[in-house]
């Protein structure tokens, strides 16, 4: 079975909403190769539609571009993009679809597909809190800036149930973000 590997950026009060807003001063090397460790490496890339347009407005250019993340944007055309939606899209961007039918048995045949890769996903947040709802998300990389945001949407809202996690490995970059890496246990 495939594993399910969410990236995201996370403010120290643990907002993911936005990150475009308060995360780039702290964006350095070391968090590009991580976010790329995780991206780029995957043949497969889960996105919800905010997520899929903010990429395809993006990458595709950058690609064309032939600048310093031509190699990433290249590597992100090539994947396979599936798309969470409740509405039918026309993609521009090569290799993209739309996950058909309910999201958890969908993604659930999904990681039973044949692949040399982990399925990515970086932002979607509804989508990941879904995923991690059901069982399905299998590791968290989170890119934790020490920055209080002190509104927007948090990662883990107000639930039922704790969900539980391994550290699998943490690192502190120059910037101060630290990369913090989880398994769901």
């Known amino acids: 079975m495939r594993k399910i590997i ?87 961007w090569r290799n993209s679809e739309l996950l058909r039918g309910d999201l958890v048995e969908a993604v659930t045949a999904l990681k039973n597909e044949p692949g040399d890769t982990h399925i990515a996903m970086s932002g979607s947040i509804s989508v990941v809190q879904q995923l991690l709802a059901a069982g399905l998300l299998d590791e968290l990389r989170l890119l934790v800036h020490p920055v209080a945001v002190r509104r927007g949407r948090r990662l883990f809202e107000d639930g039922d149930h704790p969900i539980p996690f391994t550290l699998v490995s943490a690192e502190t970059f120059r910037t101060g973000v630290q990369h913090l890496v989880y398994e769901v246990a």
């Open 6 to 92: 969410a990236g995201l950026f996370v403010s120290l009060d643990g907002v993911v909403e936005d990150p475009a807003a308060w995360h780039l001063p702290y964006f350095s090397d070391e968090m590009g190769a991580a976010v790329t460790d995780t991206l780029a490496k995957a043949d497969t890339v889960l996105l919800g539609r905010e997520t899929y347009d903010s990429f395809a407005g993006a990458w595709p250019e950058r690609e064309t571009a032939g600048g310093e993340d031509a190699g990433m944007a290249k590597s992100l055309g090539d994947a396979r993009k599936i798309v969470v939606s409740r509405q039918p899209l026309e993609f521009t």
